[in-house]
Nanobody, 123 residues
Framework: QVQLVESGGGSVQAGGSLRLSCAASGRTFSNYAMGWFRQAPGKEREFVTIISRNSGSTVYADSVKGRFTIARDNAKNTVYLQMNSLKPEDTAVYYC????????????????WGQGTQVTVSS
């Protein structure tokens, strides 16, 4: 089992920044690709970004490319999501997720999920 706990959410004005963290415990963190997904009210959970086990590869959704940055620190068992130039449409609950093996943008392939952290961006 892998336990994931997100933190860092909050309310900001458009153009602002937030940094989300996701702390993992349980099994060996470096064995897992890590992803961030988000879910806005009334919408399906969608892919935001992913990072490979050794940080060698990252993928971003087009909607966040150039504004969001994912990073991980395997020594601290933590993955981060730096969000800059936030827009009202970024408002959602943000979830981190862990997947054994290769990374994927498909949420169905993720084995473990955190409880989520709310991000609200006002115009």
């Amino acid at each position: 089992q892998v336990q994931l706990v997100e933190s860092g959410g909050g309310s900001v004005q458009a153009g602002g920044s937030l940094r989300l963290s996701c702390a993992a415990s349980g099994r060996t963190f470096s064995n897992y690709a890590m992803g961030w997904f988000r879910q806005a009210p009334g919408k399906e959970r969608e892919f935001v970004t992913i990072i490979s086990r050794n940080s060698g590869s990252t993928v971003y959704a087009d909607s966040v490319k150039g504004r969001f940055t994912i990073a991980r620190d395997n020594a601290k068992n933590t993955v981060y999501l730096q969000m800059n130039s936030l827009k009202p449409e970024d408002t959602a609950v943000y979830y981190c997720a862990a997947k054994s093996g290769a990374y994927s943008s498909s949420r169905s392939q993720y084995d473990y999920w955190g409880q989520g952290t709310q991000v609200t961006v006002s115009s």
